[in-house]
DNA sequence: ATCATATCGAAAACGATTTTCAATATTTTT
DNA sequence: AAAAATATTGAAAATCGTTTTCGATATGAT
C-alpha cells in the first residue's frame, strides 16, 4: 500500500503529481500507483513525445513494474478526457498519446511511412483555414488533423526502387 | 490473349471498363465480374463519395449480388495500388475509399462526429503547406490527410450540454 | 471498522481488416 | 479443344489494437 504521508507534502515548490490528483480527485478518480507511473513517463520527454500503449507497456516491464494493458488504456483515456494528454492517430489503427502541454501551440505531424519517425511542426495558418471551414460550413470546430506521410531522407536513400 | 473484338470497339467513345481492364490486366490482374461491380458502384456518384467496405457489401447486398468481404478488401487495394481509388481515414479503424478521378483536385474533409456527414473542401495552400514542411524536413511527401472534427449545425442545435 | 465506490489484472470480446486454403474460374499453352 | 498455369473466389480462422467483463482488491468516506 501507499504511504500514508504523501512524499510531496515536504517540499515546498507546487508538486506536479499532486496537481493531477487534483484533477482526477475532482471527478472522483483516484491518482492510483500506476496512474502516477504512466504520467511520469509522459513527463520524462527523453522517453518520447509520441507514445503508444504498448511503448507505455514496454517502459513500465522494463523498469520491473507490472501493470497490465487495461489499466493503460483506461488511464489513457482518463487523462485524455482531463486534457493532461492529446491522442493522435499518426499510423492506421494506432493512437499515440502526447502530454498536452497547454503552453505548447497545437503542431502537425510528418510520418516517415518507412521507419515510422515522425517529426512535428508547427504551422498557425493550418489552424487559420480549419476555423475558416468550419465556419463557412456552420461546424462547431473540435479538433483537426493534419498529417504528412512520405520517406525521410535516410530512408529514401535506402530504398532502392 | 483478352477478346479479341473488345465490346468497345464498336463505340467511338472510349469505354471505360475496357481502360480498367486493361489497367488490371497490365498488372497481370483481371476484371472479374466482383471488381466490376465494385468499380459501377464508385462511378455512380449517387451512391456516395465515400464509401466503406461495408458500404460497398450493402450496396451489392441489396442488389442480390452475392459476394464476400474478403473480396470486396481485395478489390479495393488493388484499385488504390493502381490509382483508380482514394483510401481515406475519416473516422478511427475505419477505411472510406473514394473515386479517385485524375482531373478532381485533391480535397480535405470536415466530419460530424455525432452525425457522421462528411463534407469536403479544397483547399491548394494545404498542398503547398504539405510539400514545403517536406521539403524542410528532406522528406519526400506521398501524401497528406487533413481532417477537420466538429459537429455538424444540426447536431450543435440538438447536443444540450 | 464499515460501507460505498474506484481500480486492478486476466481473460474474453470487439470490429475492422487480413490471411489461409481448398474450390472454381480464366487465361495461356499445347 | 484439352491441358497446364495462374488468378480469383468465399468461408472460416487469424490478426491486431483496443475495450469490456468480472471477480478480487484497494481506497476513501462515514
Known amino acids: 500500500m501507499y504511504s500514508?504521508?504523501?512524499p510531496s507534502s515536504s517540499h515546498?515548490?507546487?508538486?506536479?503529481?499532486?496537481q493531477f490528483k487534483l484533477l482526477l480527485n475532482q471527478e472522483g478518480l483516484r491518482l492510483t500507483n500506476q496512474r502516477q507511473k504512466i504520467l511520469e513517463i509522459f513527463m520524462d520527454r527523453t522517453k518520447?513525445?509520441?507514445?503508444?500503449?504498448?511503448?507505455?507497456?514496454?517502459?513500465?516491464?522494463?523498469?520491473?513494474?507490472r501493470i497490465s494493458f487495461s489499466t493503460i488504456y483506461r488511464a489513457l483515456h482518463i487523462l485524455v478526457s482531463l486534457g493532461v494528454l492529446r491522442e493522435i492517430e499518426l499510423i492506421e489503427h494506432k493512437k499515440y498519446y502526447e502530454f498536452n502541454h497547454p503552453n505548447i501551440a497545437p503542431h502537425h505531424h510528418l510520418v516517415c511511412i518507412q521507419c515510422g519517425e515522425v517529426t512535428e511542426f508547427e504551422e498557425d495558418s493550418i489552424i487559420d483555414i480549419s476555423h475558416r471551414e468550419a465556419q463557412n460550413r456552420n461546424f462547431s470546430m473540435l479538433s483537426c488533423?493534419?498529417?504528412?506521410?512520405g520517406l525521410c531522407s535516410q530512408c529514401q536513400a535506402s530504398d532502392i526502387w
Open 48 to 65: 518520447g513525445y509520441h507514445l503508444s500503449a504498448e511503448d507505455i507497456y514496454q517502459h513500465l516491464s522494463s523498469q520491473g513494474e
Open 12 to 18: 515546498d515548490q507546487p508538486d506536479q503529481p499532486d
Open 4 to 6: 500514508h504521508q504523501s
Open 145 to 149: 488533423q493534419f498529417t504528412i506521410y
